[in-house]
C-alpha cells in the first residue's frame, strides 16, 4: 500500500515553455502532498506544501507565479513550472502524506527529471 | 534555524556488518522521525518511522531514539551490497507537517 505515482518520468522542454507534472496517490487519499526539488548531491529542497482544495503554501524564496501548484482532488496534485528556463532543469519529486493511526508518514513519488534546453 | 544533522560519510562497511547511522536535531519539540534510504537517481523510500523514545525493529532495520539528547540512529543489521544507497533522516517539525531532511549519508556496503 502506499503508492504514489508521477508522471511524466522524464521531460525535455525549451527555455521559454511551461512544463506540467502530476502526482497521484494510488491507493490512498491525501489531503496534503507536498512537492520537493533536488539538485545533484544534494538533498531534498521542499518547495511546496499542497492542500487539497486550497491555495499551496510555498517555502520563503520559491516563486509562486512560476511554479503553480494545484491540488483539486483528492489523489492528484499537479506542479506547473511556468516559462522554464535552463536553471530549472532539476530532479522534481512529490510526496503525499498518509492521514491514519500510523502517523505522518510522508510516501514519494518515483520523481520527475526536468531537462530545460 | 531548525536543523537535522547527519555526517555525509561515506560509511563503508563489510557485507554482513552492522552498519550504524547517526543524525541530530534541533528542535525539541519535535515528535515523529524517520529514515529513508535513496539509491543513486531514484527517490526516497521510507524505512523506519519512530515516535515514541526507545528501540523499533523491522526486519533487519533498527531505529532508536533519544529525545532527551535529541538523536535517531538507523542500525542494518547484516549489511548487503544492496543496502548501498545514501540515508536520509527526515524530522517533522514541532507544529507543521513538514519534514526537515538531513543530507543524508551515503553507506557502501563492500562484497
Known amino acids: 500500500g502506499a503508492v504514489v505515482s508521477q508522471h511524466p518520468s522524464r521531460v525535455i522542454c525549451k527555455s521559454g515553455t511551461s512544463v506540467k507534472i502530476e502526482c497521484r496517490s494510488l491507493d490512498f487519499q491525501a489531503t496534503t502532498m507536498f512537492w520537493y526539488r533536488q539538485f545533484p548531491k544534494q538533498s531534498l529542497m521542499l518547495m511546496a506544501t499542497s492542500n487539497e482544495g486550497s491555495k499551496a503554501t510555498y517555502e520563503q524564496g520559491v516563486e509562486k507565479d512560476k511554479f503553480l501548484i494545484n491540488h483539486a482532488s483528492l489523489t492528484l496534485s499537479t506542479l506547473t513550472v511556468t516559462s522554464a528556463h535552463p536553471e530549472d532543469s532539476s530532479f522534481y519529486i512529490c510526496?503525499?502524506?498518509?492521514?491514519?493511526?500510523?502517523?505522518?508518514?510522508?510516501?514519494f513519488g518515483p520523481g520527475t527529471r526536468l531537462t530545460v534546453t | 534555524q531548525k536543523e537535522v544533522e547527519q555526517n555525509s560519510g561515506p560509511l563503508s562497511v563489510p557485507e554482513g556488518a552492522i552498519a550504524s547511522l547517526n543524525c541530530t536535531y534541533s528542535?525539541?519539540?519535535?515528535?515523529?522521525f524517520f529514515w529513508y534510504r535513496q539509491y543513486s537517481g531514484k527517490s526516497p523510500e521510507l524505512i523506519m518511522s519512530i515516535y515514541s523514545n526507545g528501540d523499533k525493529e523491522d526486519g533487519r532495520f533498527t531505529a532508536q531514539l533519544n529525545k532527551a539528547s535529541q538523536y535517531v540512529s538507523l542500525l542494518i543489521r547484516d549489511s548487503q551490497p544492496s543496502d548501498s544507497a545514501t540515508y536520509l533522516c527526515?524530522?517533522?517539525?514541532?507544529?507543521?507537517?513538514?519534514?526537515?531532511f538531513g543530507t543524508g549519508t551515503r553507506l557502501k556496503v563492500l562484497a
Open positions: 510526496s503525499a502524506r498518509l492521514t491514519s493511526g500510523r502517523g505522518y508518514e510522508q510516501y
Open positions: 528542535d525539541r519539540g519535535s515528535q515523529s
Open positions: 527526515a524530522v517533522m517539525g514541532s507544529g507543521t507537517y513538514k519534514y526537515i
